[in-house]
């Protein structure tokens, strides 16, 4: 029987900031390295709000003009102009990731907005380097199977990490 202990499902895996890379770093299970102090998220919509948008299930599948619609619909111009004043040296990175259903094209067009609406600059180079199957899973098991990335980064620069649905 699995436990339903909060501690038994914390990440496995984590990503740090290396030198120049993304890398994900196994680490022993109750020694998961937490985010950064400060780390923040930044919601542009409920769950709910975006899974009942009539291109979701379209976008989330791969279909980009779908997408580019669902971002359009739900984000939020002025919050992330907000964002981009509080950052403005930060580079924007889209969590690409392949779903059950398809190639998720929410993230990057969602970060392809951001960078037409803010100015800020957009590395599609970053990417999601595991499949984590947390698609239609709780927040416990979201928040402890964290998805690992690799390419190369900035040292010393600010990232803002895009993906369709925090947890």
Excluded: C
């Excluded at 196994?26 to 998961?32: G, I, L, S, Y």
């Excluded at 542009?44 to 709000?49: C, E, L, N, R």
């Excluded at 899973?137 to 649905?165: A, C, H, L, S, T």
């Amino acid at each position: 029987m699995a436990s339903s202990r909060p501690d038994d499902a914390l990440p496995n895996t984590t990503v740090a900031r290396g030198e120049g890379k993304f890398e994900a770093m196994r680490q022993p299970k109750r020694e998961a390295r937490p985010w950064p102090e400060d780390f923040k998220v930044a919601p542009m919509t409920t769950g709910a709000k975006l899974k009942s948008h009539p291109d979701y299930v379209a976008a989330k599948s791969g279909d980009r003009d779908a997408a580019l619609r669902v971002v359009t619909d739900l984000a939020k111009p002025e919050k992330l102009r907000e964002m981009a004043a509080r950052h403005p040296d930060a580079i924007v990175v889209a969590v690409h990731a392949e779903e059950a259903s398809g190639f998720n094209q929410i993230p990057r067009k969602f970060a392809d907005y951001i960078g037409y609406v803010t100015g800020l600059e957009v590395d599609p180079s970053i990417v999601q380097s595991n499949r984590a199957g947390r698609t239609g899973q709780g927040d416990w098991y979201r928040m402890g199977n964290r998805p690992e990335f690799d390419g190369e980064v900035q040292p010393g620069r600010k990232y803002i990490i895009v993906d369709d649905v925090v947890a």
